[in-house]
């Protein structure tokens, strides 16, 4: 649980309505119309009132409250990999998905792996058991409590804050054989940007550069990792992609690469490495969703006492709160998917893999 600055802008929103209301009733609209302004300001202005990194954390903790993720039970906050073969367990599509990473990653026991966006733990927990010394870096408390549990390093901060602290720099700065992005890069650029290319793309560059500080230049692997959506510019341009991008966003922030442009490979080999392979795995993706109802992408919410006090926590604390119940209530995460052809999905996911040069 956290504060942070959404949540004093939010308190002393709904104090001044509230306080307001007794000299007018006309004030009960200062509340929405204060809502309404700031996602004006921001998406059409770049104007921010409300701070998109905090609402990642925001978002991932009221998942960390209402989902039963069944993290360690094989699924995580991504997807497995089922190559064809749906008759796999999920434990088994996790399990293979991992390996492939260690293999494609080159990692033996006694190397070094960090994980940038780690969720609950997940990977490197496996990566672990496999005898290769892990690091994890997550920007949301909830979820690195879980990892402390599990007995896994894990620092509480947003990567793009990691070169400001001379403690991290110390601890992690050359220190990695491997660096992997597993389904975490959609937030690093703000909404506000997702048609600003210049801006996108000098995000993307600082992700990268701070990748290759992290590695070891002496490793024989010097290879990173990345799984992650991208748009289709056009299909996405739809009523109803709109609509989904927009909750998306108020869900946990952020927007995706361009996969027409290739922009994820097209930053990543403008300096610091060479792409290595190149895979799309959108069907595993969808797939793991629809064999199995507690994915996140379908997951009905259970209730208890606790849950429901919740609700007023992030009433209080969360100025989008209403958005992600509405997000999660219609299941949107699915409908970036075309379930009747995959190709034609205005969501892409892939795997890309880099050495860095």
């Not at 492939?100 to 966006?117: R, T, W, Y």
């Amino acid at each position: 649980m956290f504060l942070g600055k959404n949540g004093v802008i939010h308190i002393l929103l709904i104090s001044l309505t509230i306080g307001l209301s007794f000299l007018s009733l006309w004030f009960l609209f200062l509340y929405p119309s204060f809502l309404i302004m700031s996602d004006i300001l921001y998406y059409g202005f770049h104007i921010k009132i409300f701070d998109p990194e905090e609402r990642i954390m925001r978002g991932y903790e009221f998942g960390s409250k209402y989902i039963d993720a069944p993290y360690g039970q094989g699924l995580d906050l991504g997807f497995n990999l089922y190559d064809g073969d749906y008759t796999k367990s999920r434990n088994q599509a996790q399990k293979d998905k991992w390996d492939f990473l260690i293999q494609q990653l080159q990692l033996k026991p006694g190397m070094s792996l960090i994980d940038v966006g780690c969720g609950f733990g997940d990977w490197i927990n496996y990566a672990k058991s496999q005898g290769i010394n892990v690091v994890g870096i997550n920007i949301t408390p909830a979820q690195v409590e879980v990892n402390h549990q599990r007995g896994l390093d894990v620092i509480c901060s947003n990567w793009k804050d990691v070169l400001d602290n001379p403690e991290y720099k110390e601890k992690l700065l050359g220190k990695f054989d491997a660096v992997t992005f597993m389904d975490t890069i959609e937030h690093y650029v703000p909404a506000q940007h997702r048609l600003d290319r210049t801006e996108q793309n000098k995000i993307y560059k600082h992700m990268y550069e701070f990748a290759s500080r992290l590695i070891d230049d002496d490793s024989v692997s010097k290879r990173i990792f990345i799984s992650c959506l991208h748009a289709k510019v056009k299909q996405n341009q739809s009523i109803k992609c709109l609509v989904t991008n927009y909750y998306l966003d108020k869900y946990h922030s952020g927007c995706y690469p361009v996969f027409e442009i290739d922009q994820l490979v097209v930053n990543g080999t403008d300096k610091h490495f060479k792409l290595l392979e190149r895979w799309n795995k959108t069907i595993d993706y969808f797939k793991t969703t629809e064999l199995d109802p507690e994915h996140f992408g379908l997951q009905k919410m259970t209730w208890n006492l606790k849950r429901f006090i919740y609700i007023f926590y992030f009433m209080l604390l969360d100025p989008d709160w209403f958005h992600k119940w509405i997000y999660r209530s219609n299941k949107n995460w699915m409908k970036q998917f075309n379930s009747k052809d995959i190709t034609e999905s205005p969501m892409q996911l892939l795997w890309l893999l880099f050495q860095k040069v």
